[in-house]
Nanobody
Framework: QVQLVESGGGLVQAGGSLRLSCAAS????????MGWFRQAPGKEREFVSS????????YYADSVKGRVTISRDNAKNTVYLQMNSLKPEDTAVYYC????????????????WGQGTQVTVSS
């Protein structure tokens, strides 16, 4: 059974940093795109960032570009999201997402989702 377990969320002041991690178990995802979505209270779930299987291709939402870096460690079956210069509008539940086999990037119809980790940025 596939499990995606996120960690690293929490409460941080505006301007601070957090590093989210997502460890996958149950199978390896060396050939799958991985990434993150988020959902703020009262808003729709939105794409944050995606990375392809090799790590050479990354994608970012305009709202986080320049402040967020995605990376992955295929040996550990883990994807990371380094978030800097956090803003109150970054407050949301962040979901780890894994695409299907040979996927290049993730979309909202990705097959594997974690339970989410809360990120709260205070002003």
């Amino acid at each position: 059974q596939v499990q995606l377990v996120e960690s690293g969320g929490g409460l941080v002041q505006a301007g601070g940093s957090l590093r989210l991690s997502c460890a996958a178990s149950g199978r390896t995802f060396r050939r799958n795109a991985m990434g993150w979505f988020r959902q703020a209270p009262g808003k729709e779930r939105e794409f944050v960032s995606s990375i392809n299987w090799s790590g050479l291709n990354t994608y970012y939402a305009d709202s986080v570009k320049g402040r967020v870096t995605i990376s992955r460690d295929n040996a550990k079956n883990t994807v990371y999201l380094q978030m800097n210069s956090l803003k109150p509008e970054d407050t949301a539940v962040y979901y780890c997402v894994v695409g299907g086999p040979l996927s290049f990037r993730i979309y909202s119809d990705a097959p594997y989702w974690g339970q989410g980790t809360q990120v709260t940025v205070s002003s």
